[in-house]
């Protein structure tokens, strides 16, 4: 039977936007394994997950009301790959760790700026030549929308640390046989901070910041490389308590292009003549990179096998400029395997003229008048 994502979430059917996060985040952190043992916690915790991968969607909440359930992605978006992310894999279920092992830091100092995040988007060569627009999905801990990513809950403030008076440290004597030994630590009631808040916001248990999933359009500059990256500024780790946020890093992969090979700028492809047009020459018509695109190609007479023909200026965008590489058309000349009986006879001729030795099926009589003409 398919899953009811609504019952999963506990929201019902005609649920906000606001709803449906909350609900969310209330459950997760009910269900989350590192607070919760019970044994199909986990379990529950990935089927949460997927109710509100879905359900936050706009267009797999359209299809799943639709159909009752979600085929591929459902909207299009670019889903990214996190595989560089904090040196390994990240997902909902590592930033609900993150977040609890934040709420819970003491002794360790407090890191209070957000993390860069690095994800990975594929695009394909014509959006490199025409520039694109692109909506990615990632998780991120972003701004707490309940306190303004302050962590300070209503009537609540922020106060100095009673334990370190602000300092962020705390001092401790141990006496030894060499003597009494002082040394100096992190506070573990602030983390290192110096502040404290007395009434904390209960949505994100005063940090400030929640995990999410967020939804961003980048617009990816014509004649970008492959391997280039862009660098989005203050959309990667949200910071504790209002602190500045982590950019997030989008590295570009693009995808192989069934005709053109890039090189630089310069775009090559292979492109068939036949033996006469490369005898005689011919200006042929191919299509290019760019929609309706057609690139003017000058072949000149006596065009030999695997030749290469140039024309300027019709390769891709280079990387934030009017101008662009040039275009390469890779010449095979194309040897007809069956020809007409008047085919026949005009290459013979040719080869006469030649005077190139070929396996003639024209008869002894009609070599006869042709020698005697």
């Given amino acids: 039977m398919p899953k009811d994502y609504y019952e999963i979430l506990g929201v019902s059917k ?60 459902g909207g299009g978006y670019q889903y990214v790959d996190f595989s560089d992310l904090f040196g390994g894999g990240f997902g909902m279920g590592d930033l609900f760790s993150s977040f609890f092992g934040g709420a819970a830091q003491g002794r360790a100092a407090i890191r209070k700026e957000g993390r860069d995040m690095g994800v990975g988007l594929r695009i394909t060569l014509e959006e490199v030549a025409n520039g694109a627009k692109k ?57 290192g901070t110096g502040h404290t808040i007395d009434l904390p916001c209960p949505e994100c248990e005063g940090q400030g910041r929640l995990p999410d999933r967020q939804r961003i359009t980048i617009e990816i500059p014509k004649g970008i490389r492959d391997g280039q990256q862009l660098r989005l500024s203050g959309y990667g780790e949200a910071g504790m308590h209002g602190a500045v946020a982590g950019d997030l890093i989008v590295t570009v992969r693009v995808d192989s292009h069934p005709v053109f090979k890039r090189d630089g700028d310069n775009l090559h492809l292979r492109y068939q003549i036949s033996i006469t047009q490369a005898s005689l020459g011919a200006t042929l018509k191919v299509e290019g990179i760019l929609p309706d695109e057609m690139v003017e190609v ?5 065009c030999q096998n695997e030749q290469m023909v140039r024309v300027r200026g019709k390769g891709l965008p280079h990387f934030r400029r009017d101008t662009r590489g040039d275009f390469y058309a890779h010449i095979d000349v194309l040897i007809p395997k069956s020809l007409t009986k008047r085919q026949q006879e005009l290459l013979e001729e040719l080869a006469a003229e030649f005077g190139d030795e070929v396996n003639s099926k024209r008869s002894t009589m009609q070599r006869i008048k042709d020698a005697l003409s």
């Fill in 135 to 191: 909506e990615i999905v990632y998780d991120r801990l972003a701004p707490c929308e309940t306190c303004g990513g302050s962590g300070v809950g209503p009537g609540g403030q922020t106060v100095e640390c009673p334990s370190c008076q602000g300092s962020g440290r705390v001092i401790s004597i141990q006496r030894t046989f060499l003597g009494d030994m002082q040394t100096q630590s992190t506070c573990p009631d602030c983390g």
């Fill in 14 to 73: 005609d649920a906000s936007d606001s709803e449906i996060k909350k609900a969310f985040h209330k459950k997760a952190r009910q269900l989350h394994p590192d607070v919760n043992k019970e044994a199909d916690a986990e379990e529950r915790f990935k089927e949460l997950n997927e109710a509100y991968d879905v359900i936050s969607d706009p267009n797999k909440r359209a299809q799943y009301d639709r159909f009752g359930t979600v085929n591929g992605n």
């Fill in 298 to 302: 000058v072949i000149p007479a006596g």
